[in-house]
């Protein structure tokens, strides 16, 4: 899953990595997240800046570190300690998103990344996958909504909300406006 989320964040037709929306303050603010369910093991990062793979990050959250969820400085800081390359804003500019931003700059609102594109298949990314053993997993990354304000967070970091894997169930990784998704916990009721 973190394989093909990797690739989806690598192209700019995506919200996410490179092809993520734009904040109020015209930045990229990203989360990812990803979760074992063969070990129930999860790994997450939020409002961060600068990565190319946020999905990477959120594994390494995972697997070297004690802890499940990071954002903002602090999650710089961990990618920094792993040498990470934090890229530049020119990195992550597309001509479609930022045309995007402009239409509601300035204003109070914020909006899902493909409100005014109907049946667009290019917004949040994630993945699920099953091995041949039967173990499964899940990953979503995000450029979070269009326009987004005081470090606003979506469902995609939240395990349980926009990513759960479990063995003995299913695994899911959720796409849509994160506010609906983090209220119904959705991910995790899918499951249970
Ligand atoms: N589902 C992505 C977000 O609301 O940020």
Same mark, same amino acid.
């Given at each position: 899953v973190e394989v093909a989320v990797k690739f989806l964040e690598d192209s700019?037709? *995506? =919200? /996410?990595?490179? %092809?993520s929306v734009f904040t109020a303050a015209g930045t990229h603010e990203m989360d990812a997240s990803i979760m074992d369910g063969k070990t129930l093991e999860a790994g997450a990062v939020s409002l961060? #800046? %600068?990565? +190319? =793979?946020p999905v990477a990050l959120a594994k390494d959250v995972m !697997?070297?570190? !004690?802890?499940?969820f990071l954002a903002g400085d602090g999650a710089m800081q961990f990618a920094k300690q792993l040498d990470y390359e934090v890229k530049d804003a020119s990195y992550f500019y597309d001509e479609f998103r930022h045309n995007q931003w402009l239409e509601i700059k300035d204003t109070d609102s914020f909006q899902l990344d493909? /409100? #005014? +594109?109907?049946?667009?298949? *290019?917004g949040t990314v994630g993945a699920v996958a099953c091995d041949k053993n039967g173990n499964i997993a899940a990953a979503t990354s995000t450029g979070g909504?269009? =326009?987004?304000? *005081?470090d606003r967070i979506g469902d995609s970091p939240i395990i349980g909300a926009g990513t759960y894997a479990n063995n003995t169930t299913c695994a899911v990784s959720c796409t849509g406006h994160g506010e609906f998704f983090l209220r119904a916990v959705v991910a995790y009721d899918v499951s249970c």
């Open positions: 700019h037709l *995506f =919200n /996410a990595g490179k %092809g961060i #800046t %600068g990565i +190319k =793979n !697997e070297k570190s !004690e802890h499940v493909h /409100a #005014t +594109k109907k049946d667009s298949k *290019f909504m269009t =326009n987004k304000r *005081f």
